[in-house]
Nanobody, 127 residues
Framework: QVLLVESGGGSVQAGGSLRLSCATS????????MAWFRQAPGKEREGVAA????????SYVNSVKGRFTISLDNAKKTLYLQMDSLKPEDTAMYYC??????WGSGPWSKQTEYNYWGQGTQVTVSS
């Protein structure tokens, strides 16, 4: 059974930083894609960033470009999200997601492409 566990969330003031981690467990033959999503109260869950493990290429939603950095330690099978210059609008529950296998169709933020999800970690940014 594959499990994803997020950690590193918390409360910070605007302009601060947090580093989220997503530890995986269980048998994973190879990580193909991993991503971070977030959901703010009353809003739909949206993609924040994703990484294609084989190519070490990453993608970001426009609102976090230049502030957030996604990275993957393949040896530890752990995903990270470094979040700098945080804004109140970044407040949300953050989820990590994992896809094993080739990409089907659609953009990196297509949620149905991901096989496994974590339970989330809360990030709160105050002004």
């Amino acid at each position: 059974q594959v499990l994803l566990v997020e950690s590193g969330g918390g409360s910070v003031q605007a302009g601060g930083s947090l580093r989220l981690s997503c530890a995986t467990s269980g048998y994973i033959s190879a990580i193909d894609y991993m991503a971070w999503f977030r959901q703010a109260p009353g809003k739909e869950r949206e993609g924040v960033a994703a990484i294609a493990a084989r190519y070490s290429s990453s993608s970001y939603v426009n609102s976090v470009k230049g502030r957030f950095t996604i990275s993957l330690d393949n040896a530890k099978k752990t995903l990270y999200l470094q979040m700098d210059s945080l804004k109140p609008e970044d407040t949300a529950m953050y989820y990590c997601a994992l896809k094993i296998g080739p990409w089907g169709s659609g953009p990196w933020s297509k949620q149905t492409e991901y096989n496994y999800w974590g339970q989330g970690t809360q990030v709160t940014v105050s002004s």
